[in-house]
């Protein structure tokens, strides 16, 4: 379950066996993770800290804002499934007078939840049970997105010497060019707009199959392979890298 994967995470990173290719998050980042259930609170709570992160918990709606009146947070983890005044509610509240940026944990079976989640202003949601991994991934994509919202639509974005023009649909790594098929294209176009974040196949499925296919499906891996044949093949340097037991990131790393 859940609790039990942020403790044997939380265990790994402490001793040095989890996570050792993963960049480093800003270590001034403040996460305030709300949850009824004391366990997993503490879980995510000292994963979160294992990886640098600021973390502040309560169990409830109460508690939550009697920490962000005294303390500047810069996310907040909160669960739906919660007594008395719930989470989509909380969010809502939220929303009505703060843009801090807020992840939502809900149950497997409530579709209706994170689709209702998202449209009162989450930025994300997590379904439960997740990994630990997963939960980091997405608090650092949630960040770098929020962090460059502010800036002009980008026509063209570049990582090392690979670029992507999307007025002219067109993708080159050092200067030549690379035929993509559609698929293709945003797969990369979401890979490098998140470069140097961990991005899991959930994140993937998400956000370039819209859900169509089933988690199980070795889709990611399929498409991941096409792209490392046409972006990596042949160059000095890999951009394209795995993270162990957590997804795939766009960086530069000499092979």
């Known amino acids: 379950d859940t609790k039990s994967?942020?403790?044997a995470a939380a265990t790994r990173q402490n001793a040095g066996m989890?996570?050792?290719?993963?960049?480093t998050p800003e270590p001034s980042s403040h996460i305030l993770v709300v949850d009824d259930h004391r366990e997993i609170r503490d879980a995510m709570s000292d994963y979160l800290s294992a990886h640098g992160y600021r973390?502040?918990?309560?169990?409830?709606?109460?508690?939550m804002y009697k920490v962000l009146k005294v303390s500047a947070i810069d996310l907040i983890v909160l669960d739906i499934m919660m007594p008395g005044v719930d989470g989509l509610t909380l969010c809502r509240e939220l929303r009505a007078s703060s843009a801090i940026p807020i992840i939502l944990l809900t149950a497997v079976s409530e579709d209706?939840?994170?689709v209702v989640g998202l449209e009162m202003g989450a930025d994300d949601y997590l379904t439960k049970p997740f990994a630990a991994s997963?939960?980091?991934?997405?608090i650092e994509a949630v960040t770098r997105r929020l962090a460059t919202a502010g800036s002009s639509p980008a026509t063209r974005l570049a990582v090392a010497d690979l670029e992507m023009d999307?007025?002219?649909r067109t993708v080159t790594r050092a200067g030549t060019e690379i035929k993509l098929q559609p698929r293709e294209f945003?797969?990369?176009?979401?890979l490098m707009r998140n470069a140097g974040n961990v991005i899991t196949r959930t994140m993937m499925l998400e956000h370039v199959w819209d859900y169509h296919f089933?988690?199980?499906t070795n889709v990611i891996d399929v498409h991941i392979s096409r792209l490392r044949q046409k972006i990596d093949k042949g160059f000095d340097t890999s951009l394209i890298q795995t993270v162990r037991g957590a997804g795939y990131t766009l960086r530069v790393t000499s092979q």
Do not use: H, K, M
């Open 134 to 138: 997963e939960l980091l991934a997405r």
């Open 112 to 114: 209706t939840d994170r």
């Open 18 to 23: 989890e996570d050792l290719d993963q960049p």
């Open 166 to 168: 999307f007025l002219a």
């Open 214 to 216: 089933d988690p199980q």
């Open 55 to 63: 973390v502040s918990v309560a169990d409830g709606g109460d508690n």
């Open 186 to 190: 945003r797969l990369l176009e979401y």
């Open 5 to 7: 994967a942020f403790r």
